[in-house]
């Protein structure tokens, strides 16, 4: 690989990646929203992408600055962040706190800008797993010392994200930090146990409490029932993707979007995307977040620590997973479910703190292992000697020799 290390390869492809995928959000944000403005009225036609660049341009500048710290910071304030996040999600559901909108309360305003405390809860939670991953790594297949505690500072998050209620967002919370302690050394089985107990119980209880939980079963088993009612968004989406063929109808001709699609910017901006650019474009961005999740789990085993690993590992498979719940949602193949496409969706609070969690694996991607320091590490423990990081490293170094 010459004078240029395995770390400044990583960091630069995964830059790379995220940059593609937020140009890719710019412009698609623009062609999607504009045509929201009815023409002659007195609002901005570009007030949307005016706000968009405007997080756009926050993100980018917190991912600059949390690059170039050292993650190991984030370990030390693991507890304060965990409470700010647990604060948020409280005060959320304070009546004349908390915005309603739709019969749910997710929103904090402050000053006229909105932001959902759930996507801070996302990457406030994926820090206190790793650290909690991290400190107790020989007590997590333990039930009473590992898993119990484990459960209950993920369900605490899970259960206030519920009562707004959010059952998608819960799970989301619950699916990607359990992937952290999971990779950190949870029982899979003790895990499993514990879903299968609480998971039909849960929805069972969502689904008889809330009306609109009923209606996107529904709608999901039988779009068809109710074409211009319920079935509507789903529907308009399937429609412009069937439209886009293999080229597309170009870049601001969806014909979708002119008020046939719902929350064409934000939660079904895949389908604009679809229609405008085709297969072609719609397979090319799918190929940007898989390729963003390669690097990521390549800086995760090449990380210098174990926080550090099970940190970007966190934050890669939080991203990926949301992108394929999107994707999923935006054609027909799971219940409708308000949750953007990362990097890409218009929403402000959504985008800053998925940059910022970007900018949490740059740092790590800092510091990675090169192959010929992890196979120094692999003959140092083969020869019996125990330096303080090769008892940490080793399984990783091992891994990182049999691929190379």
């Not at 045509?35 to 756009?56: T, Y």
């Not at 996107?216 to 789903?234: C, E, N, S, W, Y």
């Amino acid at each position: 690989m010459g004078y240029l290390t395995v770390s400044r390869t990583l960091r630069n492809a995964y830059l790379l990646n995220i940059l593609a995928l937020v140009g890719v959000g710019v412009v698609m944000v623009f062609s999607s929203s504009a045509i929201r403005v009815v023409p002659g009225a007195e609002i901005d036609p570009f007030v949307f992408i005016k706000r968009h660049l405007m997080f756009v341009g926050l993100g980018i500048a917190g991912m600059a600055v949390v690059a170039r710290l050292d993650y190991r910071l984030w370990q030390k304030f693991a507890k304060p962040i965990y409470l700010l996040g647990l604060a948020l999600l409280v005060l959320t559901l304070i009546p004349g706190v908390g915005t309603e909108f739709n019969g749910a309360r997710r929103w904090l305003r402050f000053g006229g800008v909105g932001i959902q405390p759930s996507d801070f809860a996302k990457l406030a939670l994926l820090i206190s797993a790793a650290t909690y991953a991290a400190v107790r790594r020989n007590e997590l297949g333990s039930i009473r010392r590992g898993f119990l505690p484990g459960c209950m500072f993920v369900g605490i998050y899970v259960v206030l994200t519920m009562a707004q209620p959010d059952f998608g967002t819960s799970l989301f919370l619950a699916a990607s930090s359990f992937v952290v302690l999971l990779a950190g050394g949870l029982r899979v089985r003790h895990l499993a146990i514990a879903a299968l107990i609480v998971l039909p119980f849960a929805s069972i209880v969502m689904y008889a409490k809330f009306d609109h939980i009923q209606d996107r079963i529904m709608t999901f088993l039988d779009p068809a029932k109710d074409p211009r009612g319920k079935g509507h968004q789903v529907k308009q989406s399937l429609i412009a993707i069937g439209s886009g063929g293999m080229e597309g109808q170009g870049l601001g001709n969806s014909m979708q979007k002119l008020y046939y699609l719902p929350e064409q910017e934000t939660d079904f901006i895949f389908a604009v995307l679809a229609e405008e650019t085709g297969f072609i474009g719609s397979a090319l961005t799918l190929v940007l977040f898989v390729s963003l999740m390669i690097i990521g789990t390549k800086v995760a085993a090449r990380a210098p620590d174990r926080f550090g690993s099970l940190l970007a590992i966190g934050i890669t498979a939080a991203i990926g997973l949301q992108a394929a719940i999107n994707v999923a949602v935006v054609t027909a193949s799971v219940p409708t479910k308000g949750i953007g496409l990362p990097f890409i969706s218009f929403g402000g609070s959504s985008c800053f703190f998925y940059l910022v969690g970007a900018g949490l694996v740059l740092s790590v991607a800092r510091r990675c292992v090169s192959e010929k320091e992890a196979f120094a590490l692999l003959q140092q423990e083969m020869a019996g000697e125990r330096l303080p990081e090769s008892a940490r490293l080793s399984a990783r170094a091992r891994r990182i020799v049999a691929s190379s």
